[in-house]
C-alpha cells in the first residue's frame, strides 16, 4: 500500500446565521476530486470542536451549512473567526485543510449595562472634570461594533471618547459649564450609542445627574491605568497589585472605598478579589492562561462622604504562561493491518499532536521505540506521518509495539506517550520447503495395489491460505509409462501411494519428483526428487535350462565306463528370476544311493565321476536333482538325469535301433537347434551391447544427478553370465556343441565383487 498525502488550503466565508443548507463551496471540485471519489474513498469532515457544523452533500460534492452558526457564540471577541475543518478520504489517505471564515453580521444592537445611571456631582467642580461613563456593548466586530456615541445637547456636560495604547475605549462626561445646584439640581441626559452597521442600530441610557452641594473631591487614583503580570496557575491569595486613591476631602468624605465597576462580568470577579479598604487585587480563582491571556478590570474609588464621589482606574493584568499542558496526542488515521510488503515511505497512521501552552512550552518534539522500522515525519501544521521505514516479515515479526512519546520544550518539560500496536499482515512470499532436496524409499515387489508407500511433508513460513500446502506428482516417464501409471499421492496430507504391485524383476528403481504448492497469489511451490528401489523377494523358483530337458524336467546323458574318476559327463544349469541371494542356486541329489558313482557341484551343478565305473555297476543311473535357491524362504524345484553306462557307442545304436530310435534324427535335431541358439546368440549379443552402452549412458547421468544432489553412491545389482561349452562324442559321430551353462545371477556389493560364497576360480574351477 502506497499512501500519498497531498495538502491543499482552501478558504470560503459565509455570513453568520446562515440557515441549514447555505452554499458554502464546491469542496469536491476545488480539491479536485472526482464526485464517485467522494463514496468510494469515504469522506469525512473533523473539525477541532467536534461540532458538525458544515456537512458534504455526496451527490453533488457541495459542501454547506448544517446548523446555524452564531459568530458571538464561537468566537467572542476575535476579530476574525475561523472554523478550521480537516476532510479526510482514504485509498489513499489524504487531508485536506479548509478554513470557512464566519463574516458577522450586524444582528446585535449597541447595550448599556443598566437603563439608567445616577451621577452625583458637587457643584464644586471645576470645568473640564471628567466623569467616566460606562460604555455600551456590542457583541458584534469591526464595522458593525459600537462606533460612535451621541449624548443630549445641553449647556453643562458634552461627550468625549478617549482610546488608549490598547485601544480600549474610556467614554467620559466633560464638565464645560460650572455647576450651580441653586439654578439645575437635576439634568436627564440621554446618551446613545451607535454600531458602524448597516443599517445602524443604536442603544440608550439615562444619564441622571444630580448637582450636589458638599463633598466636592472625588477620590483620585496615582494612576489611571495599572498594567501589572502574574502567572498562571497562581495560587490563591497572590497579590496582584495594590490600588491606591486619595481623596482631598477631610474625614469621611475623605475615606476611600474601592469596588468593583459594574462593567467587571462575574467570571473575573471569581478570579480576582478586591480589598474594599487596602484597594489589594488579589488571585481567588484559576488563572489560566489557555482561557484568557489578559484581563481588563474597571475600579471604583468612592469616599465616604454623605454624598460619594467616586473615582475610577483601570487595571491591565496580563497572565504569564506557565508550561502545564502536556502535549495532547490524537490518532486521527489508522491503516492496519500492514502488508509485509510495504514499501520505505508508506503510511500507516496521522497523527495529530498539540500543546495549549504558547511560546516554547508549545513546541513539541515526537519520538517513537527504537529499533523498530517505522518512523515519524512531519506534515503539516500539528500533524504527523507514521511510515515504514524498514523492511517488513511477517515471519520474523508479526506485530510491534510503537510507543510514541511527544515533549515539550517548556520548563520542566511535560511529555505524553501514546502506544500503537501495529500488525503485519502476510503476503505469499515463502515458498514451501521440504526437510531435503531429495529422498530415497524402498518398496517391497509384489505389494498390493494401493498400499501406501510413503508420506512426504513440507512446511511453509507463511499463514493461513499462503500456508495451506496441495502436493502433486510432476510428469515423468518410466519405462515408456507415465508415473501416475504407478503411484499417487494425496494431495492435502501428501501420503504416496502405489496404484500398482511392483515386479522387482521388470522395474528394480526409478525416481520421481512431487511438488509442494501453496495456495497464495501468486503460488510458490518447492520440489523433492525421491528415488525408489523395488526391494526383490523370493517369488521365483529355479528353472532348469529348457535345452537340456524335456517338458517332464528329464533329461539323459551316456556315459563310457572307461571314463576317468573326476570327469565333469555333464553340467546341470538352471535360471532364477529373482536377484541377489534370491537367485543364487544350489544343486544336490536327492536320496542318493550309497552306491552311485556320480556327484554334483553344490553350487556349479557339475556332474563328475566319483568312482570307476565296472562293470558290475548297474548300467543305468536315473537322479533325482534338487535345484534351491537362498531366498527367504527358500524355492526349489528337481529334474531327473537318467545316466547310460556303455562300453561303446554300437552297443547303443543296437539297442536304439531296436527301439526304433534314429541317430540320424538325433543328429539333424542338433544341427537344428545349434543354428537356431547361434542365431538367438547373435541376436543376443547384439541387443546386449546396445543396452550396455545405453546403460551405460543412463548410469553416467544417474551419477551426475545423485553426485548433484549429494547422494552417496547407490549400490546396484548387475548380472554377469557366463557362457561355457561342453563336449560329449558317441562312436562314430561328430562332436557338437549341444550345451549351454550360464552361472547364476549373483549380488555385488559396492566395489562389484561378488557374493558366492565357495565359488572356485581359477584352473581348478574349469
Known amino acids: 500500500m502506497v499512501l500519498d498525502l497531498v495538502f491543499c488550503q482552501l478558504h470560503y466565508m459565509i455570513p453568520e446565521e446562515s440557515k441549514h443548507g447555505t452554499f458554502v463551496g464546491r469542496i469536491a471540485q476545488d480539491l479536485g476530486l472526482e464526485i464517485w471519489e467522494i463514496n468510494s474513498r469515504m469522506l469525512r469532515i473533523v473539525s477541532r470542536d467536534e461540532k458538525d ?98 449624548l443630549t445637547p445641553n449647556a453643562y456636560f458634552l461627550l468625549e471618547v478617549q482610546k488608549d495604547k490598547h485601544q480600549s475605549e474610556s467614554l467620559n462626561v466633560v464638565l464645560k459649564e460650572s455647576l450651580d445646584r441653586e439654578k439645575e439640581p437635576l439634568l436627564n441626559l440621554t446618551l446613545t450609542a451607535f454600531d458602524g452597521g448597516k443599517p445602524k442600530l443604536s442603544g440608550t441610557t439615562q444619564l441622571i445627574i444630580t448637582v450636589q452641594d458638599v463633598n466636592d473631591n472625588a477620590p483620585t487614583f496615582s494612576q489611571s491605568v495599572y498594567e501589572t503580570y502574574v502567572l498562571e496557575n497562581a495560587p490563591k491569595g497572590t497579590v496582584v497589585v495594590k490600588l491606591n486613591a486619595t481623596d482631598a476631602d477631610l474625614g469621611e468624605n475623605g475615606e476611600v472605598i474601592y469596588e ?192 501406501h508407500v510413503f508420506t512426504v511433508s513440507a512446511t511453509d513460513g507463511d499463514t493461513k491460505q499462503n500456508s495451506f500446502i496441495t502436493y502433486s506428482l510432476i510428469d515423468s516417464v518410466i519405462d515408456g509409462m507415465p508415473v501416475i501409471s504407478y503411484l499417487s499421492i494425496n494431495p492435502d496430507n501428501g501420503k504416496l501411494f502405489a496404484l500398482v504391485s511392483f515386479d522387482q524383476e521388470q522395474v528394480s528403481y526409478f525416481q520421481c519428483s512431487i511438488r509442494a504448492t501453496d495456495a497464495g497469489f501468486p503460488s510458490l511451490s ?35 565306463r572307461s571314463v576317468k574318476i573326476g570327469t565333469v559327463i555333464t553340467k546341470v544349469k538352471a535360471t532364477d528370476a529373482d536377484s541377489g541371494y534370491n537367485a543364487w542356486l544350489s544343486y544336490d541329489f536327492l536320496d542318493p544311493a550309497e552306491n552311485v558313482p556320480f556327484g554334483i557341484g553344490h553350487h556349479s551343478g557339475a556332474i563328475t565321476v566319483i568312482d570307476s565305473l565296472l562293470e558290475s555297476n548297474q548300467g543305468e543311473y536315473k537322479l533325482v536333482i534338487v535345484i534351491k535357491d537362498h531366498g527367504e524362504p527358500a524355492m526349489s524345484t528337481t529334474m531327473t ?36 541358439i547361434c542365431l538367438i546368440s547373435g ?28 547422494m552417496g553412491s547407490i549400490a546396484r545389482s548387475w548380472t554377469y553370465s557366463m557362457q561355457r561349452q561342453y563336449k ?39
Open 53 to 150: 457544523y458544515f456537512q458534504v452533500n455526496l451527490q453533488n460534492g457541495i459542501l454547506f451549512v448544517n446548523t446555524i452558526i452564531d459568530r458571538e457564540e464561537i468566537c467572542q471577541r476575535i476579530s476574525v473567526c475561523v472554523i478550521h475543518l480537516e476532510i479526510i478520504v482514504d485509498k489513499p489517505v489524504q487531508i485536506y485543510h479548509v478554513d470557512v471564515e464566519i463574516e458577522d453580521i450586524n444582528d446585535n444592537y449597541p447595550m448599556f449595562s443598566a437603563k439608567q445611571y445616577n451621577i452625583v456631582i458637587a457643584e464644586s467642580r471645576v470645568v473640564g472634570t471628567r466623569f467616566p461613563l460606562e460604555g455600551a456593548v456590542d457583541d458584534d466586530i469591526g464595522i458593525n461594533s459600537v462606533k460612535s456615541y451621541e
Open 728 to 766: 560329449y562324442s558317441m562312436n562314430g559321430i561328430t562332436p557338437q556343441n549341444n550345451l549351454i551353462l550360464f552361472t547364476p545371477n549373483l549380488p555385488q556389493d559396492i566395489e562389484g565383487n561378488s557374493h558366492q560364497p565357495g565359488l572356485m576360480t581359477g584352473p581348478s574351477a574349469k
Open 526 to 560: 518447492g520440489n523433492l526428487t525421491l528415488s525408489i528401489f523395488i526391494i526383490d523377494i523370493n517369488d521365483n523358483a529355479p528353472s532348469p535350462y529348457t535345452t537340456l530337458f524335456n517338458i517332464d524336467s528329464e533329461a539323459a546323458e551316456i556315459v563310457q
Open 641 to 676: 538325469m537318467t545316466i547310460v553306462l556303455t562300453e561303446n557307442l554300437q552297443e547303443i545304436n543296437v539297442e536304439e535301433n531296436q527301439k526304433g530310435f534314429k541317430y540320424e534324427d538325433f543328429t539333424n535335431a542338433n544341427v537344428f537347434l545349434i543354428m537356431a
Open 260 to 451: 468593583f465597576s459594574n462593567q467587571v462580568p462575574p467570571l473575573i470577579r471569581s478570579i480576582f478579589d478586591l480589598d474594599k479598604i487596602s484597594g489589594k487585587i488579589k488571585v481567588a480563582g484559576e488563572v489560566d492562561f489557555e482561557q484568557n491571556s489578559h484581563y481588563e478590570i474597571r475600579i471604583n474609588a468612592f469616599d465616604s462622604g454623605q454624598n460619594p464621589m467616586a473615582g475610577h482606574c483601570k487595571v491591565l493584568v496580563n497572565i504569564i504562561d506557565v508550561n502545564d499542558n502536556p502535549p495532547e496526542m490524537t490518532v486521527t488515521s489508522l491503516s492496519l493491518p500492514v502488508p509485509e510488503d510495504s514499501t520505505v515511505g508508506t503510511t500507516v497512521a496521522i497523527i495529530r499532536i498539540q500543546d495549549k501552552d504558547s511560546g516554547s512550552n508549545s513546541k513539541v518534539n515526537c519520538q517513537i521505540t527504537e529499533n523498530v522500522p517505522f518512523k515519524l515525519k512531519p506534515s503539516l501544521r500539528e500533524y504527523y506521518s507514521l511510515i515504514v521505514a524498514g523492511s517488513l516479515d511477517r515471519e520474523a515479526i508479526d506485530i510491534y509495539k510503537i510507543e510514541i512519546t511527544a515533549k515539550d520544550e517548556g520548563i520542566p518539560a511535560l511529555s505524553t506517550s501514546e502506544t500503537l500496536l501495529v500488525e503485519i499482515s502476510d503476503v505469499n512470499d515463502n515458498a514451501p520447503t521440504f526437510n531435503q532436496h531429495s529422498d530415497t524409499i524402498f518398496i517391497i515387489e509384489n505389494n498390493p495395489p494401493g498400499s
Open 683 to 710: 541376436i543376443f549379443i547384439v541387443t546386449l551391447i546396445v543396452y550396455t552402452l545405453i546403460r551405460w549412458q543412463q548410469c553416467t547421468q544417474e551419477i551426475d544427478e545423485l553426485r548433484q544432489n549429494n
